[in-house]
C-alpha cells in the first residue's frame, strides 16, 4: 500500500494519474473489510442489547407498588440485603487475595528457578480453569467443615469484633467460607496481571538496584513493587468484579436466611445478588422475574463501573509505562 | 539459584565501597543454614505437638512460623538487619506459593476420590429418565453440554475473529479504540447477567417462561466472544510486519493478504486462544441454570423445550437429591469429574496446540 509511486506494482490501475494517497480498494477488500467492522460493531450492540433487555425486563419491578415486591417492603428493601451481601463477600475475597496474589506473583516472577518458572505459572492459571460449581462443591465439603475450627477459636479470642461475634455456625456454611472460596477463585486473575506488570519491570532499574547493593527483597521494594503498583490495583479490580459476580459457588457454599448482619461465621447470611437470582430465578414467575433481573442489572452496573475503572487504570499505565 | 548472584553483587558492593553505612563487612550464614533452620523447626513443633495432640495443619503452620522466626533472628544477629529482612520476605513468597497450590490439589484430589465411584459406563451411556434413587447417568446432560457449547462456539468464532481482525488490520480512529475497551469490559460481565440477557431476550421473542438450549448458547457466547476476540487479537499482533508488507510489495489485495499470510501465520495461536475460551465456558452454570433448566430425559433439539447440561446436572444433584441422597450426590461428584477432566484436557490441547505449531516466523 506504500509503494505507489514505483512503477508496475499496482498493475490494475490504469490512470497513470492515481492519487497516491488513496490506495486501490478491490470488491473482495471492501467485503472484507465491512464484515470485520460489522462484527466489531456486532459487539457493541451486543452490550448495548444487554444493557437494554435487562432494563425492559426490569421495568415492571420499577414501577410496581412496593407490596407486590417479594418481601413486600419494596425494591430497595429487597436489594439493600444482597447489595450488602454481594460486598461482603468480594471484600473478604479481596482482602485475603491480594496479598497472596502479589506474593505469589514476587514468587514466580523473582524468586523461583527461571526454568520452572513458567511452568508454576500455569499451574496457577489452572485454578481459573475449575469450574465454579466444582469450587461450590470442594468449598461446602472441605473447606466448610475445616473452617469450623477457626470460626470457634475467632469467636473464643476475637468475640469483642462484631465480625466474629457468634454464635457459630456447625456447618460452616459462613459468609467467610464463602469470600474464601471467591478468593481462591480470583487469586489466578490477580496474581496473572501481577505477573505481567512486574516482569515489565525495565531491567536495568533491577540491576542498577543489585549493583548498589541492595538485597533482592530491597531490590523488589525499590524497583518492582513501584513500577507494578498501579498493575496490581488495577488486577485486583478485575478479580473485585469477578467476586462480586460470581455465583454458584457462593449458592452452594453459603447458608441463606436473614437480612444485613456483620457476623460473618454465622447460620444467618444475607445471600449476594448473583445467588439469589441462581436460587430463586428456577421457579420465579410474573413479577418475581422483574425483580430479579432488577437485581441482575444493579449487579451489571456495578461490575461494569469496577471493570471500567480496573480497565482505565491498566489503559492509562500503558500508554506511560515505556515498556513496549 | 539466583541467591547466589545476589551475594556476589553485594560482596562487590562492599568491597568497592567499604565504608557505605550499612555494608560493613559481616558474618554470613552458610549455605546450609536454610535446610538446617527448616529441619530444626519440623523437630521443635513436631515434638510439641507430640505432647499436645497431632494435627497436620497446625504442624505445617507452626513449622513455617518457627523457621521464619528462628532464621530471622539467626540472620539478623549473624548477618545484620537488611540480610534478615530479605531472607524473611524469601520464606513469605515461597509459602505464599505454596498456600495458593493447596486449594488446587485439594480440589483435585476431592473431586477425583468422590467422583470415581460413578465414573462407570453407565454413567457416560444411560440418562436419568424414570430413575429414582441408584442407577442412572449424565448422558443427556454430556450430549446437552456439547451441543449448547458447539453452538455457542459457532456464534462466538466467526465474530470474535473477524472482530480482532478488525481490530488488528482494519481499525483506528474511535471505534476501534471504543470496541478494544468494550471488549475488555466485557470480559468482566458476571455470567449470570448474561444469563439473564438471554433469558430477557427470549422472553421478549417467545413469551415468558421460555426454556431452550439455543439462549443458553447465546449467553454462553456473549461470555465467550470477548475472550475469543482477546487472544486472537495478540496472535495476530506478533506476526510480523515484513510479511503483510512482502505481500503488498507483490501487489497481493489486503484481504487476500490476511487470509493468506496473516492468518496462515499465527492459526496455531488462534486455535489455542479458541480452545481455552471454550474450556472457559463448558463450565459455566449460572446462565445455563437460569436459561436453559434441567430435564431428566435426552433432547437433542436446542430450539425446542428444555435440556440438561453437566454443570446444572451436578448442581440439581447436589443441592436436591431426594430420598436416599446417596447415589444422586455420586452422581453430582461424578458429573464434576467429567467437567473438570473436559477443561483440563482443553487446557492441555491449547497448550499443545500452540506448543506444536508455533507461528513460524523466520
Redesign the interface.
Known sequence: ???DTSPG???DTDAPSAVPDKP?V?R??R???G??????????V??A??AA??I??AVPALVAPAEDIPGGHGLVAYIAPLVFGTLVAALIALVVAT???V??A???TH????RIAQG?G???D??A??????????GI??LAPASVGLATWLNEYLWFIPLFAGPVSSTGRTMLVAGLVLA?MI?PII?AVSREVFLQTPKLHEEAA?????????M?RMSVIPFGRSGVISGAM?GL??A?????AV??VLSVSGGITFNLIGNGNPATI?AN??LE??EA??LE?NT??AS?LV??LV??A???L??YIV?RRREFSGAN | MSIDTDRHSSDLATELAPDLRGLERRGQLPSWATPAALGAAAVVVGGLLAITGFSVGLFVVGTVVVFAVGLYVLSRVVEGRRKATDRLVTIVVTSAFLVALVPLFSVVITVVGYGITRFDAQFFTNSMRGIVGEGGGAYHAIMGTLIITLLAAVMSIPVGTLTAIYLVEYGKGRLARAITFFVDVMTGIPSIVAGLFAVALFTLLLGPGARLGFAGAVALSVLMIPVVVRSTEEMLKIVPNELREAAFALGVPKWRTILKVVIPTSIAGIASGVTIAIARVIGETAPLLVTVGITTGLNLNPFDGRMSTLPVFAYYSYTQPGVPPEPSLDRAWTAALVLIILVMLLNLVARLIARLFAPKTR
Open positions: 500500500m506504500t509503494t506494482s499496482a498493475p486501490v478491490q473482495g477488500d467485503i472484507f473489510s464484515s470485520a467492522t460489522a462484527a466489531g460493531v456486532l459487539i457493541l451486543v452490550l442489547g444487554v433487555f435487562l425492559v425486563e496479598p497472596l496474589a506474593a505469589v514476587l514468587f514466580i524468586y523461583a528457578p527461571r508454576l500455569y499451574l496457577v489452572l485454578l480453569a475449575v469450574p465454579s460449581i466444582v469450587y461450590g462443591l470442594w465439603l472441605v481462591v487469586l496474581t543489585l549493583a548498589l547493593g541492595a538485597t533482592r527483597w530491597e523488589i478485575l468484579g469477578r462480586l459476580g460470581e455465583t454458584m449458592t452452594i448473583a437470582i441462581a430465578f428456577p414467575t410474573g422475574n430479579l433481573v441482575g449487579l451489571f461490575t461494569l469496577v471493570n471500567s480496573a480497565r489503559n
